[in-house]
């Protein structure tokens, strides 16, 4: 179960597409701590046990706090939602599902 003050990921949506299709700043995960939770339901994803919940956020980006109101599990890391990361008290360990997401660099 989610609780308020843990982190989690948020997955940021990234700059608009150029029109070459390039992204000033590509979706990537960002730390976010829980400032409220909703009702939780607990599913199964990949044999593992996880709680869900829509999730208010105070979101940590580079350069720059933003708050978030209302914000979507995915355990697959979708732009825009919440998922525990690697080591997360609200699910076993897992690797971050939107690992993919973050440059080679970055990670
Ligand atoms: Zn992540």
New binding site residues.
Partial sequence: MPYVGEFV?Y?ARGTPPREDGSQAYPSA?RAAVVTAVGEATTFRHDELVLDAAVLDLCVLNPTGLFFNQGVAHDPD?GPGTW?A?FGGATTFATP????SNVPDSRR
């Fill in positions: 990921h997955v995960c890391g998922h990361h971050c599902p939107a690992s």
